[in-house]
């Protein structure tokens, strides 16, 4: 199989506090993570791409200092939402990859929702 | 620009109807392409997947797809639908990078 976790599956924090996120591919080694945001019954939107020991790259209009991404190793990638806004409230979902002869599929987590009062 | 679209927004069948859901896209070679599945409030799983090869792919929960190169498709059909198919799904492509670029989804309901 293929299977992704996210830690936790729903967090509610208040107002300028910072939450972390994790990710991880249980059952394989993910060289590449994904980290999508998803606002209610729209698509998901690709934030960052992470590649395990460098730096994620950002989609345009992401803020990198808001939105730290650290992965650490191939079975682990963290979101950490700095200083959490109300307007950062939504779905956060992870993808992971497990390449194989080229052909990329993302296995993707159950999803955090985040909450800021 | 590279671009998917899924023009039904919603769909609503009847319970051992047939299902077909549209998928189009523009890139200028042929992509990768990918079928999940979302229940609410989950994250997605793979129903199906197309890299090269046979035209007509078959996936999970008796679902499959047809990639048509001359119309930029790649439409999701299963021959009857069960009420527990109630979901949002969502078409993908990976135009030969890492990133995939989804549709806006297609929110089907079932009708009992």
């Known amino acids: 199989g293929a299977v992704v976790s996210q830690h936790p599956s729903r967090v509610i924090c208040k107002s300028g506090t910072s939450v972390k996120i994790e990710c991880r591919s249980l059952?394989?080694?993910?060289?590449?993570m994904f980290w999508y945001r998803q606002f209610p019954k729209q698509s998901l939107m690709l934030m960052a791409t992470?590649?395990?020991?460098?730096?994620?790259?950002?989609e345009q209009g992401v803020e990198k200092d808001k939105f730290l991404i650290n992965h650490a190793s191939l079975t682990l990638s963290t979101l950490t939402v700095t200083s959490a806004h109300p307007e950062d409230s939504s779905f956060y979902i992870c993808?992971?990859?497990?390449?194989?002869?080229?052909?990329?599929?993302?296995?993707f987590g159950p999803g955090t929702r985040l909450l800021v009062l | 620009a590279q671009s998917v679209t899924q023009p039904d927004i919603h769909i609503t069948v009847s319970e051992g109807a047939s299902l077909e859901l549209r998928c189009n896209y523009s890139?200028?070679?042929?992509?990768?392409l990918f079928w999940y599945v979302q229940s609410p409030g989950q994250g997605l799983q793979l129903l199906l997947k197309?890299?090269?090869?046979?035209?007509l792919v078959q996936g999970i929960k008796g679902f499959e797809a047809e990639f048509k190169r001359s119309q930029s498709s790649f439409n999701l059909r299963k021959p009857s639908v069960h009420w527990s198919d109630a979901a949002e799904y969502f078409c993908?492509?990976?135009?030969?990078?890492?990133?995939?670029?989804f549709g806006t989804g297609t929110r089907l309901k079932v009708l009992a």
């Open positions: 993808s992971a990859s497990r390449p194989q002869t080229g052909q990329e599929t993302q296995y």
């Open positions: 059952d394989f080694q993910a060289t590449t």
């Open positions: 992470s590649n395990e020991g460098s730096k994620a790259t950002y």
């Open positions: 890139y200028g070679a042929t992509p990768y």
């Open positions: 197309y890299f090269s090869g046979d035209t």
């Open positions: 993908a492509v990976a135009p030969g990078t890492y990133k995939y670029i």
